[in-house]
C-alpha cells in the first residue's frame, strides 16, 4: 500500500504562484510515476502534469510554461511548481501515484486533494 498526502494549496490573487507538496509513503520503492490532476466544479477530473522515475516529465498544455513538476526521491515527494496562475487554475488539485507490483501490474493511488482558489 501506498499512501499520498497533499499539501500547500490555499487562496491567491491572480499572477501570484503557490507550490504543492505530495508526500508518498508507505511501499515507496515500488513507485513509478508520480502525477498532479485537478478537478474544478462541475468538470471532470484533468490531467495536470506528470514526472517518470527516471526524471522525465510531461504536461497538460493549460501548464506548459507555467507549472514546473519536479520530485525529490529521497524524500518521496513531488512538487508542482504554479506561476502565473490564473483563475481558471481555480480546483481541487490531486496527486496521483503510480506502483508497479512485482508481477508487473499497476496500481494507482489518489492523495486526498487540495484547494487552489485564484482570485481575479
Known amino acids: 500500500q501506498v499512501q499520498a498526502v497533499e499539501s500547500g494549496g490555499g487562496l491567491v490573487q491572480a499572477g501570484g504562484s503557490l507550490r504543492l507538496s505530495c508526500a508518498a509513503s508507505?511501499?515507496?520503492?515500488?513507485?513509478?510515476?508520480m502525477g498532479w490532476f485537478r478537478q474544478a466544479p462541475g468538470r471532470e477530473r484533468e490531467f495536470v502534469a506528470i514526472?517518470?522515475?527516471?526524471?522525465?516529465?510531461y504536461y497538460a498544455d493549460s501548464a506548459k510554461g507555467r507549472f514546473t513538476i519536479s520530485r525529490d526521491n529521497a524524500k518521496n515527494t513531488v512538487f508542482l511548481q504554479m506561476n502565473s496562475l490564473k483563475p481558471e487554475d481555480t480546483a481541487v488539485y490531486y496527486c496521483?501515484?503510480?506502483?508497479?507490483?512485482?508481477?508487473?501490474?499497476?496500481?494507482?493511488?489518489w492523495g486526498q486533494g487540495t484547494q487552489v482558489t485564484v482570485s481575479s
Open positions: 496521483k501515484l503510480t506502483v508497479v507490483r512485482s508481477n508487473g501490474d499497476t496500481d494507482y493511488y
Open positions: 508507505g511501499r515507496t520503492f515500488s513507485i513509478s510515476a
Open positions: 514526472i517518470r522515475s527516471g526524471g522525465g516529465t
